[in-house]
Structure formats: C-alpha cells, structure tokens
C-alpha cells in the first residue's frame, strides 16, 4: 500500500484485483440505508497526533486509513495526488468538518476533499488501490496469511461493518476453507510484505465502533502468522514442478554436475575442485581423483594416452621386483623383509588386506616407491597410505561401491590385467601424495614434528581450558599425535570415512600436498576439542589410553562432516598469521 503511488503496477495492481475478486465473490458486501446528515463525532485525543504524524507508514498511507462518520454514515475518505496529512485530517474533525475523499485514478488528476456529506449508501466502495487499507485491512490481511493472495480461500473471520443513525454495528462472516495456500500463488510477494506492513496499533486504533471485530481479526491473524514457519530451514527444497526434492534427487543433480565438468574436453580443475571439498559421488571418484592428484592430464585426448603410458612404465619396474631373495642387496632385502612384516598391520580388521595377493600387490608398490625414492625409503605408516586408492580404483573398475569392495575376501576372481592396472594407479597416486609430504618420512621426521608443534598451538589458542589440563597432566602431544599425522588418522577412523576426507584433501590446492600437510593440522585439532569434555575429567594414564582408542566405531560420515568445517573455520583464521598461535591467552570455544 505504501509504495502504490511510485509504484503503480505492483502491489497497488495486486490488491486492486484482490479487492475485485473479494467483491465480486460478495465476501464485503456492505449495505447501509441512507441518513440523513447530523452532526461529526468527536475528535480522537489529541495525544494521539503526534504518535500517528510521526510515523513513517501512517504518513504514506494517511489517505487510505483515514474514514469519517457523519450523521451515522461511514464515508470513506481518500484523494488522489494531493494527500492530506493525518494532523489535517484530525484539525478538520475537531472543527466539526465531514471529511469525504473522490477515489482517484493514476489517470486522472488530484481531487480535493469536499465538505459535503454523503447520502444514499452508507459506505463508498473504492475500487483503486489507493483506499484498500481503509477497508477491511484485518480480513484482508488474514486472507492473504490463509490462502496466499486466492480470492478463493478462506476468510476465518471477515467483518462488515454497518453504520446508521449513530449505531454502529458489527457482523462477521463465517467462511469455509476451500483452498490452501500455494507456494506458487501470484501474490505470494504480498503474504512476506503484508506480514510487516502497518503497525497493528494503526488497525486497531478506531472510534471504538468496531473494536470486538478488530480483536476476532487480529486473533485470526495471529493464528494464521502463528502456523507459517519461522524461518526458511523449516520449508522443503523445491524443484522446478513445487515438489520437494529426494535425496536420491539431489545426489543425481550433484553426480550430473561432475560430469559435466568431467566430460568438458578440458577439464576446468578449479570448478572440479570447488565440487570436491563436499565429497566425490562414488561413480566419478576414480576419475575426480586422478585429476586432482595429478597422475592424467586434464585434457581429454592426452589422458588415456598418459594414463596407459604410465601402467607400462610401472609393470617393467615390477617386472624386475621379483627376483629370488639371494640376488637381493643387503638394504633391500632388510626393507623387503619390513614391508612383508608391516603388511598384516595394514587395516587388521578388514578381511580384504589379509588375503595374500593384495599383500603381494601392496609390497610391490611400496618396495618400487622405496627403491625410486631413497632419501626416505620405506617408513613404518607409510603402507596406510596406499589402501584408499587401491579400494577407490579397484572399485571403479569392478563396477561396485567401495563398500563392495570392502566386504570382499579376496581378489582372486578379478582378472590379472584389471589387479595390474589397479596397482599401476594407485602406485602413481601414491607417489603423488608422498611428494608433497616426503620430509614427514625423511630422517627425524622433521614435518611430522612441525606439524605436530602446530598442533599444540592450535589447541592452546582455540582450547585453552583443555591445553591446560593437558599440560598439568603432562601429557605430551608426541604420545598420541604423531600417529594421527603419521598415518593421517587412519589407525583411527574407518577407511570409507578416511575416503571422505581425502575428497577434501585432495581438493586443497594452496599447495602440493596442502591438504595432507596443513588442513589436516587443523582436523587433528578438531578431532581432539571433539573429547574435550571427556579428557578433562581424566588423569594422565586415561588420557594416554583414550586417545590411543578414541572410540570412532560408529562414527559415519554425518560425524565427519562437522570436523572438516571446524577444521576449515581454524585453518582460514590462523593459517599464516603465527602470531596468533604464539602465546595466546585466550580461547575461542568454552568446552
């Protein structure tokens, strides 16, 4: 109502039809037989002129609240461009005036108000949009709560009132539901800007005449506002058709944009990264994570091409693995004989790593990447880090989920050329991985250390209370952290959660390995504000003890996700800003 001056075809259009359509379906019928004039009522107090001339919604819409009654005869007031304020309208009352407004069009030109009374009908109906506000302003509000703008909802309680011979009197029209309210209703503008439009003091505040219809339709109201939902969460995602959407829906919209950016002949690297810090839909993750590793190109004709080249180049290096032990150096059968030790450790509890041609496969791959990689050689921990690819690729190529995967007992049944090109690349994602992390397995460990130490600082600045109790129990963070950044939590959290986090890590692209070496830093620190409330109620044995078992059994991916946005939150904020995490004081959380 308030912008139906500057804004002719919006809102002032919407209600004008609305007031057609409440008319022609006889909802405000209003009839009052004809009186003669008599004398005006008394003013309001005159305390109360300042309150109404003083807010910004009574002076945009006075014209169209503004009614006189004269000689028992309701007469609504209202003009066209040349719009009295309310303080003149209340001065010509109390000087005893009848004040009576000419509807006006946009078209015609401003009329002034006359001073002659009425006759004939006890109410002017006014068709423009410039006197709705006057009329009804409760049982059209509540119309539009109740069916969103449809002259063919429901009105609970839609008052006429009838004024004659100085009585007023108050009738209310009882009206059944006969339709719901639509999300697609063409006035739903008007349901969100009539929720906060006049204050309800301006509606309610009247001659007294008609105040029990007042408090019905304010009633009313209140219910109907009462049954909208508070806020937008509690809506359901639309579609294009108004229906909620699935969540196999959703999943199929989320796999239809990796694809698009999968099937691109050159493969837009940061979009793909964008679309995998939420997770990689299983069909495309194979391919999503060859790209974002970087062992195939992202152009389209080079990648099979490279991709095959690279499976030659590993099958000639383990060709020449398998030799007899006799014709082994020293040094590598002292490294052969601890990769074959290590090889039980990998993943106990999962059947699928006990069956003997995956161990095989596994100490080829780490025994070449050792051998092609002297400075470090081969590590104790270093053999988790191979089995999320080999799980992840091998899956692709059967077809199956990793899920699959994992309740297979063996890989006898997989043909040898598919085991050869599963091991082929996950070797050259695992080497990837390593370059960006090989100082963590260098001598001493030196990034493992450096990340470690960060570890501590994170905790002192967004965990204090914890940080110290830690310290008072003298609980090193070597004793329990190093494994966590060593084999990157995985003696920890279940591989199809580990899976999960490395979409994240996998689309860090701050730096190589940016992922692996700085957020996880900061999912650690996560991980261990997560017992907060545990840990301080422990002395130094129970702490050892519980966060070298953190009891993550039944942990799924919706308990993943929230350690990853922490995690994200704390690396955004302190991420280069070391002074910061040097010596604070204060905490960020209060666990």
């Not at 008609?210 to 009313?220: E, G, I, Q, V, Y």
């Not at 690297?269 to 790209?291: E, H």
């Not at 999962?350 to 003997?356: K, Y």
Request: net charge neutral.
């Amino acid at each position: 109502v308030r912008g139906a001056r500057n804004q002719p075809n919006t809102m002032a259009d919407d209600l004008q039809s609305l007031f057609q359509q409440l008319s022609e379906s006889k909802l405000m019928q209003m009839e009052a037989p004809a009186t003669s004039s008599s004398t005006a009522r008394s003013p309001e107090p005159p305390s109360m002129l300042p309150e109404l001339s003083s807010s910004p919604r009574i002076a945009s819409t006075s014209a169209t609240s503004a009614t006189a009654v004269n000689n028992g005869t309701t007469t609504a007031a209202g003009s066209g461009g040349g719009r009295a304020s309310p303080v003149k309208f209340w001065k010509r009352r109390a000087a005893g005036e009848s004040v009576r407004r000419v509807p006006a069009t946009r078209e015609s030109t401003p009329q002034k108000a006359s001073n002659a009374p009425s006759s004939g009908s006890g109410v002017t109906r006014k068709r423009s949009g410039s006197g709705l506000a006057s009329l009804l302003p409760h049982s059209i509000t509540g119309l539009l709560y109740r069916t969103g703008g449809d002259a063919g909802g429901a009105v609970d309680d839609s008052t006429a009132t009838t004024v004659a011979n100085g009585n007023s009197s108050s009738t209310s029209a009882q009206q059944h539901p006969s339709k719901s309210r639509s999300a697609s209703s063409p006035a739903e503008p008007l349901h969100d800007a009539l929720r906060t439009s006049a204050p309800e003091r301006l509606m309610r505040r009247d001659d007294g005449s008609n105040s029990d219809a007042h408090r019905r339709a304010s009633a009313a109201d209140e219910a109907a506002r009462s049954s909208l939902p508070s806020s937008t969460s509690a809506l359901p995602r639309l579609g294009s058709t108004g229906h909620a959407k699935t969540a196999e829906q959703l999943a199929d919209a989320r796999l239809a944009q990796f694809r698009a950016v999968l099937d691109a002949r050159n493969v837009d690297l940061g979009k793909l990264r964008q679309l995998s810090w939420n997770g990689v839909p299983a069909p495309v993750r194979a391919r999503v994570w060859q790209l974002l590793v970087g062992i195939v190109p992202s152009n389209a004709e080079r990648r099979e091409p490279t991709l095959a080249r690279k499976r030659r180049e590993y099958t000639e290096q383990a060709a020449l693995v398998e030799v007899p032990e006799r014709e082994r150096t020293p040094a590598d059968l002292k490294m052969w004989n601890q990769i074959t030790i290590d090889m039980p450790r990998t993943h106990p509890t999962i059947v699928l790593f006990q069956d003997r041609l995956v161990q095989e496969l596994h100490r080829r791959l780490l025994f070449i990447w050792a051998q092609r990689h002297p400075a470090s050689g081969y590590v104790q921990g270093i053999n988790d880090l191979a089995t999320p690819f080999f799980v992840v690729f091998l899956a692709a190529e059967l077809g199956c989920s990793v899920d699959d995967v994992l309740k297979r007992t063996s890989i006898a049944d997989v043909p040898l050329a598919t085991r050869a090109n599963v091991e082929a690349d996950a070797y050259w994602a695992f080497t990837r991985l390593l370059e960006g992390i090989q100082d963590h397995y260098t001598f001493a460990q030196p990034g493992i250390q450096r990340m470690v130490h960060k570890l501590r600082d994170v905790v002192e600045r967004v965990d204090r209370p914890l940080a110290v109790h830690l310290a008072d129990q003298e609980c090193q963070y070597l004793q329990f952290a190093f494994r966590w950044q060593n084999c990157l939590l995985m003696r920890e959290l279940s591989l199809p959660l580990i899976i999960r986090m490395w979409d994240t890590y996998l689309a860090d692209d701050s730096s190589d390995g940016a992922g692996f070496a700085v957020f996880h830093t900061y999912v650690c620190a996560a991980f261990l504000c997560r017992w907060s409330r545990q840990l301080r109620q422990l002395d130094f044995q129970e702490c050892i003890l519980f966060l070298q078992n953190v009891p993550c059994e039944d942990w799924t991916v919706a308990d993943i996700e929230p350690l990853l946005s922490q995690a994200f939150v704390w690396e955004q904020t302190f991420e280069g800003a070391q002074a910061h995490l040097s010596g604070g004081d204060r905490t960020m959380i209060g666990l």
